[in-house]
Each structure stands twice: as structure tokens, then as C-alpha cells.
């Protein structure tokens, strides 16, 4: 098989986006990356990053792609997770503590930091280009946005603290918990007597 045509192929086992590491791994060399850049067939959107012709970039995927330790949080995730329509301007990760977060804040990312990110936690979304990308559960997120470490929009919080109230899905008690364990109870409950 041509270099160009495995180029393609790789793109499209991936839904048009094609990673260098992987094309590596697969006898791709730099120079055939090029190449599919100066025809055409590819283009290099990012470090690393190329999407096949009429491809759309999926922004969220493509970061988690590129820092797999990263996991959608605070606004973000609420976006994710349908809480708020607001789309965020700065994507919110939660990656673990010693981890070394110095290209993600230069993409642009807010970072925070977890002792323990533990799978439990995390729940798999779709993003609007149907791509799926992990965010920590509305109930970890709540917790999140109420905590003294939270130095996001407070309006926005609210709102989703809000609409989490009022939603037919939420889970009080896995809500508690999570609170009581990140210390953050008397806040919560708080919330939550006021608006349920």
C-alpha cells in the first residue's frame, strides 16, 4: 500500500483526524506527513495534529487525544454533561498532582490538580462532532465548583448548581458523599436546602 493511500486509511479509521504518533507506529515517516500536507490530502492543524480533507476539527477530542491524563471538569464538563449552555471560551481539565501541565496551559486550558482521579468518577460523553471524550460525573462536579479551589465564573457555577437541582437525575446522597469527602459538606448542603 502507498504511503498516501495508509495516510488516508489511518484518517479514516479515525474520523478524519490523524495524530502523528500514530502514523509513526504505523512506518509513517515526517517527511510522508508532509507530503500529504503539500498535496492536499491532509492538513496540519495543530503539534502533531492532521485532519483529512472536509473535516471538522472536534477541538475536545483532539485534547484529550494528545493528554490522555487530562479529564474534562468544572464548567466544562457541566457543558458536557448538558448543565449549561454555555459554551466554554477555556476548556477546564483536571489532570493528577506532580503532573506536569506546562503544554496544556499554553494550549490555552484551565488546569486543575487531583491527588486521585478514580474511574468511578469519570463518565463518557458524546461532543457535538460525535466524539467520545471523558468528564468527571455532574455529582464530582458540583463538588468541584464548591470548593474553596474553584476560581471559575461563580455565576456560571451557580447556574449549574441550579439546574442540577432540578434535574430529574440527580443523586443527593452519591452528591453528599462526594462532599463529605472533599470536606465540603456544610457547603453543598447549603446549596441544596435552598434550592431543592
Known sequence: MKKADLIEQLAAENDGILFAHDAYTRGISRENLR????????????HGVYISKGTLPDDSFILQKKYNT????????A?????????????????PSGH?????????VKVYYSKEIRQEDIAKVITMFGRTVRCFNI??????????????????????IKTYARSDNKDISKLMSYATTEKIKKTVRGYMEVLL
Open 139 to 160: 455529582e464530582k462536579t458540583i463538588c468541584d465548583l464548591c470548593s474553596p479551589r474553584f476560581n471559575g465564573d461563580k455565576d456560571v457555577a451557580l447556574e449549574i
Open 100 to 108: 506536569n501541565s506546562k503544554l496544556l496551559s499554553q494550549s490555552n
Open 79 to 95: 457543558y458536557f454533561l448538558g448543565y449549561t449552555t454555555r459554551d466554554p471560551l477555556v476548556y477546564c481539565v483536571t489532570v
Open 70 to 77: 487530562a479529564i474534562f471538569s468544572h464548567e466544562t464538563a
Open 35 to 46: 507530503q500529504a500536507t503539500v498535496s492536499g490530502k491532509i492538513e496540519n492543524i495543530g
